[in-house]
């Protein structure tokens, strides 16, 4: 009984505490539908007042949008009533104007009539007086232009000659003074020694003894020689001398090598002058390799072929006038390369063109032509630049001449040729040259004497003054020293001066 009590009094403490529990998690339930409700209520009043705070804002803006958009058309209006104010203007200025033309035009044609009526009527005066004229003095009015046209060529002949003579000679002092202002600053730039290298080998002996031994028995030695090294050897009554002759510069040198080796050696037979040629060809060889090495080094011209360099080096061994081709070459191209600098032309088209413009001499005496047409030929071959070649091939004028670094090339030819102390000449050239010149400057019609002065620098010629006035004048300097450029080689410039003087002579008796 006892514990039947006790369940029942559990379970009821169960029913009341579920009841109790149940309560409160209902009055928890109202509680938080409270708090929902009061937040909905506040998140809504929140919108609203955004809502409102919004269509606000949008209303303030559209109004200010309306605003600005209206003060823009207004002010649109405005400029448009002015632009359409200002063509009324225009319009009205216009049509003033074309008012103005009318009249003008009117007043012009009117003036035109006028005129034609005066012109004709001073047409028919002067034909009136034409015809009284020609009454007169008994001419035509052709006769009349023929004597006036005839006095007047005469007089205008004279001025002319004066003007030209006195332009010519302003245009020389100015042309002058600028030539040489630009040639001393190449030239002040670079410092050459006179050249005076001789065009004969010759190989000293110690004894006169040593000239039989050279020719050798029967003439052996020397006619092996000679078959060999391709050379003349001249053994005359000079004392002490031995004389090598060979048009090919490089032979002459290889001979005169190997001369001297067999002079010092005293061993002197066939098959040691072979080994003693051989020796002394291949150290030619590598001097030429080397020279022509050190010349592309020292005229800055890379890049060359090396058949070029080699052609070049032989140059070492070639002279003209006594001057040695290579230096000149090297001279050259540093002269072109400062007188290019100095107006503005390319520098390094005319250092090589300068270095390569007597190229052909190398080999001109083993192939038909001139120097300047083998150079540009060897430089065609060798793959050398259009440039280059026409500053080659014309650096005589046999062809014309290009470019500026072309002229530029024949001017620092002159300057290192025509140099004090760079070539000489033979005295049989120079006579010849003195006669080729008087002869050139006498066969003109109308020169009386020619006399060449200054070594051949200078042609004097005095001509008849009756057959020659002034303007012939001119013109015969201008004929001679174009034929004296067409039909002779000489070094530097030739002036040629042409003297007109008429004398009046009497006699008080």
């Known amino acids: 009984m006892a514990g039947f009590q006790i369940v029942i009094a559990a379970l009821l403490g169960l029913a009341v505490g579920g009841i109790i529990g149940y309560l409160m998690r209902q009055q928890r339930y109202q509680e938080q539908m409270g708090n929902l409700q009061a937040m909905k209520k506040r998140l809504l009043d929140e919108s609203e007042k955004q809502a409102r705070d919004i269509i606000l ?12 958009a209206e003060q823009e058309l207004e002010t649109r209006r405005r400029q448009l009533r002015q632009d359409e104010e200002r063509t009324q203007r225009r319009r009205e200025q216009m049509d003033s104007r074309q008012e103005q033309m009318d009249q003008k035009e009117q007043q012009l ?46 007089g205008t002949r004279q001025d002319m000659a004066r003007v030209i003579r006195e332009e010519e000679q302003r245009a020389k002092e ?13 030239v002040q730039r670079l410092a050459s020694e006179p050249v005076a290298e001789l065009t004969t080998k010759t190989v000293d002996i110690s004894s006169d003894e040593l000239k039989g031994r050279i020719i050798g028995r029967g ?23 031995i004389t090598i002759s060979a048009f090919d510069p490089v032979r002459r040198e290889i001979a005169a090598r190997a001369m001297h080796r067999l002079v010092a050696d005293g061993r002197i037979h066939p098959a040691r002058i072979e080994k003693v040629l051989n020796k002394a060809r291949q150290e030619v060889e590598t001097t030429i390799r ?65 270095l390569l413009h007597d190229i052909g001499k190398a080999v001109d005496f083993e192939i038909e032509g001139t120097h300047a047409a083998i150079g540009a030929d060897l430089a065609r071959r060798y793959g050398a630049p259009a440039g280059v070649i026409n500053c080659i091939e014309a650096h005589h004028r046999d062809v014309e001449q290009t470019s500026l670094e072309a002229v530029i090339v024949e001017i620092a030819d002159a300057i290192s040729g025509a140099r004090p102390g760079a070539r000489r000449e033979s005295l049989e050239r120079y006579i010849k040259r003195i006669r080729t010149l008087e002869e050139i400057s006498s066969s003109f019609k109308g020169v009386d004497e020619a006399f060449a002065i200054q070594a051949g620098r200078e042609v004097r010629i005095i001509v008849k003054p009756g057959e020659i006035d002034d303007l012939a004048a001119l013109r015969l300097s201008r004929d001679v020293a174009h034929k004296i450029e067409e039909t002779m080689q000489y070094p530097g410039q030739v ?6 003087e008429t004398r009046a ?4 008796k």
């Open 57 to 68: 804002t949008a209303r303030d803006e559209a109004h200010q949008m309306r605003e600005a």
């Open 109 to 154: 044609s009117k003036r035109q009539s006028t005129l034609d009526r005066r012109w004709n009527d001073l047409e028919k005066q002067e034909a009136l007086q034409r015809a009284e004229l020609e009454r007169v003095a008994n001419l035509s009015l052709e006769e009349a232009r023929e004597i006036l046209l005839e006095k007047v060529a005469v």
């Open 290 to 354: 080397e020279e022509g090495e050190r010349a592309v080094y020292e005229a800055k011209v890379p890049g060359l072929h090396p058949e070029l360099i080699k052609l070049l080096g032989q140059l070492y061994f070639r002279t003209s006038y006594g001057q040695n081709q290579l230096a000149h070459a090297i001279e050259v191209a540093k002269l072109s390369s400062l007188l290019a600098a100095e107006l503005g032309a390319d520098e390094e088209l005319a250092r090589r063109g300068g």
């Open 174 to 186: 100015e042309a002058e003074l600028r030539a040489r202002k630009i040639i001393v600053t190449a």
């Open 219 to 241: 003439g052996r030695n020397i006619r092996v020689f000679e078959q060999k090294a391709g050379v003349d050897v001249v053994v005359d009554d000079t004392p002490e001398v």
């Open 505 to 508: 002579v009497e006699y008080a």
């Open 495 to 500: 002036k040629v001066t042409v003297i007109r």
